[in-house]
């Protein structure tokens, strides 16, 4: 049984959630693993995609990377999707939304996205994308939407999410 949750932090990339994790890190101490981090350091790639130039993870290959750290709890994870990892895994999934698209379309074009990526973005954003394959993959109840576009959200959001956290581990203690 585990003592501390696991937590998906997810998302349409510029919506905070490197952000968001770093503080919930610092202020909480579960520990933040960037699966863009973890694909690069232990080598899960499949291929190249020239079209959006990035990498392509080999799923199967990440998940046999992490799962015994998983599995021990305690892990806020940085990633812009979300069903891949198993249900029983995760606790919480927290799904950031950036609904001012000219808010989200600044903060891509800042880290140099070109067109094309940068409209994928914005059109999975604008559709919610992220929220509903996150309400496909997991239980309803531990699905929650919060919005990160103003200055005072992130600091919000990770207050909501340690009061969280919180209860979960009291609730623990309780069963």
Known sequence: MRTSPNIIITGTPGVG????CEQLAQDIGLKHLSINQ????????????????????????LLDAIEDEVLQGGYLIDWHACDMFPASWI??????????TSVLYDRLSSRGYHEDKLQENLD??????????AREAYEEEIVVELNSEKD?????????ISDWVESWKKQQTEE
Do not use: M, Q
């Open 17 to 20: 959630k490197t952000v968001h």
């Open 38 to 61: 973890v694909a690069k350091d232990r080598d899960c790639y499949e291929t190249y995609d020239e079209g959006r130039k990035s990498w392509v993870v080999d799923e199967d290959k």
């Open 91 to 100: 606790d919480l999934v927290v799904v950031l939304r950036c609904p001012e």
């Open 124 to 133: 999975a954003e604008i559709f919610g994308v992220l929220l509903e394959e």
């Open 152 to 160: 005072g959200d992130v600091d919000s959001n990770c207050n909501r």
